[in-house]
């Protein structure tokens, strides 16, 4: 491969990753969960719909800009400096993770106290991680003033405060293994070439292939990865991470579990290696041939594969990494050829708003989407509550549209909320990263 060289920020990658977090923005939040589109679900188990190609683009796109992070530092010499970035960063990640599932950090529905105090309490929070995020030089008094919300709240509150029960927290999520990718896939960066790479993830491929067709699982007369629970990745999720800290929609496995995190990090090193391409010598176009081309072998691959390994994004399995990778790269090399050779941009400004802004987008509307959940109010039955998203669903959108496209109309009216907001940080020249 031709010898990386420092080029222009290529605006088709932030566009690629402005619209995915716009999709798994909007996925994750319908107006109901009762009326969705198919293919703005998951797949049951075995297969794949739209949805399923959102997380691994977005590992592909993190794995895209590896290379163009850090092969500076290589040219320069790799020191001391360059891990503790790389680990500071993944550790900031994950610990977002963890925040966003604990806030408000005591228990809301439980805890008896005006919502009205719950609220500046949560924006107390909110505050201090949005402020940290913009301008980390002002850590102290950022703080200190977002602080002072969350300790009125509390004494406001006094003795009323019901713990958050930390039994119950879910240990990996999306944000776990973006952080946790992006840290080995970086270090691996560092030390290995874009042939040792491609050979760690055929091999990694392989190996997991290996694990999950090959070992029995304890307790189970037949190991087989049509069932949820008798296949290794969800024995091993419920035995070291134990069933009250995985996923409650899965019971019996993590879609973002352990041993399924191997194969999720050859979907990033599919994105170093496409990030490494796009930095050679080459002309635009044979770059842009390139990735097609890869992206087509890589589809085909996936799909021959999956005839004994099926597609499956809960276990992530390996046809579903070379599938997923393979439509990331064409995806990719269409947004490169139309944006950055064609230069027909214009159309793509809400998704470069999002892309240079995407860990906010992720935090703060999943925040708002909590939020949104918690404040309840006394339904029209007596003893029977109703959420904030509930009543504004039910009263706005439900009333003028059928369900199933008052849900999607609703989950629209989200992202388009969020893209007024991010358009003010981008106006503004706010780039929140960590």
Not at 110 to 128: E, W
Not at 132 to 149: E, S
Not at 196 to 210: E, P, V
Not at 310 to 329: C, D, E, I, Q
């Amino acid at each position: 491969m031709p010898e990386a060289t420092p080029q222009q920020r290529l605006i088709s990658i932030d566009v690629f990753r402005g619209m995915t977090i716009a999709g798994m923005t909007l996925v994750n939040n319908p107006g109901t969960w009762e009326h969705i589109y198919s293919p703005l679900e998951h797949a049951p188990w075995h297969g794949i719909t739209p949805t399923d190609y959102i997380f691994p683009f977005f590992l592909f796109i993190v794995g895209v800009a590896i290379p163009i992070a850090l092969s500076k530092r290589i040219e320069a010499g790799i020191t001391r400096d360059a891990y503790f970035k790389i680990f500071t960063r993944a550790a900031l990640i994950f610990v977002l993770s963890l925040i966003m599932s604990a806030i408000p950090f005591f228990g809301f529905k439980d805890t008896q106290i005006p919502y009205a105090v719950k609220i500046l309490i949560v924006l107390g929070y909110t505050a201090a991680l949005f402020l940290y995020l913009c301008d980390k030089k002002k850590v102290a008094l950022i703080v200190a003033a977002a602080t002072a919300l969350v300790v009125l709240g509390f004494w406001l509150a006094g003795s009323a405060i019901v713990p958050y029960n930390l039994g119950t927290m879910r240990i990996l999520g999306v944000l776990q293994r973006i952080a946790i990718c992006y840290l080995i896939v970086s270090i691996l960066y560092l030390h290995t070439s874009w042939k040792q790479q491609a050979m760690i993830g055929g091999s990694l491929l392989l190996f997991y292939w290996f694990l999950m067709t090959a070992i029995s699982v304890p307790g189970c007369e037949i190991t087989t990865i049509d069932d949820k629970a008798c296949n290794l990745a969800a024995y091993l999720d419920r035995l070291i991470l134990t069933e009250p800290h995985i996923w409650r929609g899965g019971k019996v496995y993590d879609p973002e579990g352990l041993l399924s995190t191997i194969p999720a990090i050859v979907t990033t090193i599919s994105g170093v290696l496409t990030g490494t391409w796009l930095m050679t010598k080459r002309e635009p176009l044979e770059k842009v041939s390139g990735i097609f081309f890869f992206g087509v072998v890589l589809l085909a691959a996936g799909w021959s594969w999956s005839l004994v390994f099926p597609l499956n994004k809960s276990l992530w399995t390996s046809s579903y990494v070379l599938y997923t990778s393979g439509l990331a790269l064409c995806f990719l090399g269409f947004c490169y050829w139309l944006i950055d050779i064609k230069s027909y941009k214009r159309w793509a400004k809400p998704f470069v708003i999002f892309g240079v802004n995407a860990l906010a987008l992720f935090v703060f509307s999943g925040i708002m989407a909590r939020l949104l959940g918690m404040i309840q109010f006394a339904g029209a039955e007596e003893g029977q509550n109703i959420s904030l998203q509930e009543l504004i669903f039910d009263n706005i959108f439900l009333s003028i549209l059928s369900p199933i496209n008052a849900s999607l109309a609703f989950a629209i009216g989200f992202i388009l909320f969020w893209l007024f907001l991010m358009w003010l940080l981008y106006r503004r020249r706010i780039f929140i990263k960590v």
